[in-house]
């Protein structure tokens, strides 16, 4: 920990816990105006493992010091991080859902429209080719690995800033995707289209199925429990598939051998996004802007950071008196 990297990474480790507590609180606060209730064997199991991960981090930290190895500390104390930040939002877009505004899939289908992009005919062509519909059934589901491989990559190949930076910018693209998604409601391109899923029958269509299942259980009030394995992607606008495959090609990227290979499967999971998470076009736009404005948003604070750590750094300068 004695390195200048590891030190500022370490500080942005402690800033990623401010958008886990926020967003923590804004659970239990929406867990209890709402009536809906976490299972608690999954959830308690889950943060119990990623509380191992990070009190293994601390301890190893304040036991050795500067002789603390940052790849340990960033590696399990990012998973554990990781961890936590899933087991919150996940349950947090559905008390975002439970707001029960009106659903905009007619708006949304009305946008994709006017830039010429309607996505029946795309959801038609990927059905009357298996190949492709089973390749971008693959894609779409990539979107999990990606959050324990990359602390390990970035620890492993010395990029404990970027590790962090990367930490940053997902917790601000979750939290303002799970705010716009309870203003801008929508189910899905297959809702919006008034077709059954069956009317594509070489298309995944299960993701769809459980969004569409949750979405309006939850507008009925037939849906109390929430279990953490269970959960549906409820949010369409923006797309957070989108949103993760940007961070997760930004992430990787520098990462030799792996960062080209990064790029060319997370582009196939936004793909894959209007066809097997039945996004709207507009859906995946807009999760790729607000990636890279979270991405952005991160690396100035960082900028800031340093700007003010040089600053307090600084020799005072010399100011003459009045007597003299």
């Known amino acids: 920990m004695v390195d200048t990297d590891a030190k ?7 800033l990623n816990w401010l958008p886990i ?16 209730r976490l299972e608690p064997v999954a959830y308690g199991i889950t943060l119990a493992v990623a509380a191992c991960f990070v009190a293994i981090a601390y301890r190893h930290r304040f036991a050795k010091g500067d002789r ?21 939002v996940g349950p947090l877009s559905y008390v975002a859902g439970k707001m029960g505004l009106p659903l905009q899939d007619q708006a949304l289908l009305a946008v994709d429209r006017a830039f010429g992009l309607d996505p029946e005919p795309i959801a038609r062509f990927v059905n009357d080719h298996p190949w492709l519909a089973d390749l971008l059934s693959r894609s779409y589901g990539l979107i999990k690995w990606p959050l324990l491989f990359i602390p390990i990559a970035l620890t492993l190949s010395a990029r404990y800033v970027r590790l ?7 917790s601000l693209a979750l939290a303002i995707t799970i705010a716009i998604s309870a203003l801008v409601p929508a189910i899905g391109t297959y809702y919006g ?9 070489d298309i995944n269509t299960a993701v769809y199925a459980g969004q569409l299942r949750d979405i309006l259980s939850l507008r009925d009030g037939s849906l109390h429990e929430l279990r953490l394995f269970k959960l549906s992607g409820i949010v369409s606008f923006p797309s957070f598939h989108a949103a993760s495959a940007v961070l997760y090609m930004w992430a990787l990227w520098p990462v030799r051998r792996i960062g080209g290979i990064a790029a060319a499967l997370n582009l196939m999971m936004i793909a894959a996004a209007p066809v097997i998470g039945a996004h709207y076009i507009i859906d995946v736009a807009g999760g790729i ?21 040089q600053v ?13």
Not at 8 to 14: D, E, N, P, S
Not at 289 to 309: C, Q, R, V
């Open 8 to 14: 500022t990474a370490w500080q942005l480790f402690h």
């Open 312 to 324: 307090s750094a600084a020799p005072a300068t010399w100011q003459p008196s009045l007597a003299e």
């Open 164 to 170: 962090q930076l990367f930490m940053l910018a997902m």
């Open 289 to 309: 802007a607000l990636a890279a404005g979270s991405i952005w948003a991160a690396k100035a604070y960082l900028a800031w950071m340093s700007s003010a750590a």
């Open 68 to 88: 603390a190895d940052p790849k340990l500390i960033f590696s399990l104390g990012t998973i554990g991080q990781v961890i936590i930040t899933c087991a919150i």
């Open 193 to 201: 289209l008034q077709l059954a899923a069956a009317h594509f029958p």
């Open 21 to 36: 507590a926020i967003m923590g609180s804004l659970l239990a606060l929406g867990l209890s105006a709402t009536g809906l």
